[in-house]
Nanobody, 128 residues
Framework: QVQLVESGGGLVQAGGSLRLSCAASGRTGSSYAMAWFRQAPGKEQEFAAAIKWTDNTYVTDSVKGRFTISRDNAKNTVYLQMNSLKPEDTAVYSC??????????????????????WGQGTQVTVSS
């Protein structure tokens, strides 16, 4: 079992920055992938970014150049650095994990169904 706990959400003005953290506990495995998804009110869940144990990263086009995903193995934590935030980035951001991601490319990593483990989510609100 893997437990994921997000933190770092909040209210920020447009153009500002936030860093989300996702701390993982339990057996994460040696070939894992972790991702951030977001869901705005009335909209479907949307992939934001993912990182594999190889340090390969994947970012959706709408946040490319503004969001960066990274990890700290010593802390079992994945981060989502969000810069130049826009009101349309307002959403609940959730962290997800899968223990074995061998051969997973962007299409697979971008699907919520790939991930059996999820955090509780953290609200990000960007005011205009």
């Amino acid at each position: 079992q893997v437990q994921l706990v997000e933190s770092g959400g909040g209210l920020v003005q447009a153009g500002g920055s936030l860093r989300l953290s996702c701390a993982a506990s339990g057996r994460t495995g040696s070939s894992y992938a972790m991702a951030w998804f977001r869901q705005a009110p009335g909209k479907e869940q949307e992939f934001a970014a993912a990182i594999k144990w190889t340090d390969n990263t994947y970012v959706t086009d709408s946040v490319k150049g503004r969001f960066t995903i990274s990890r700290d193995n010593a802390k079992n934590t994945v981060y989502l650095q969000m810069n130049s935030l826009k009101p349309e980035d307002t959403a609940v951001y959730s962290c997800a994990a899968v223990l074995s991601a061998y051969g997973f490319g962007y299409q697979t990593l971008a699907k919520p169904s790939t991930y059996p483990y999820w955090g509780q989510g953290t609200q990000v609100t960007v005011s205009s």
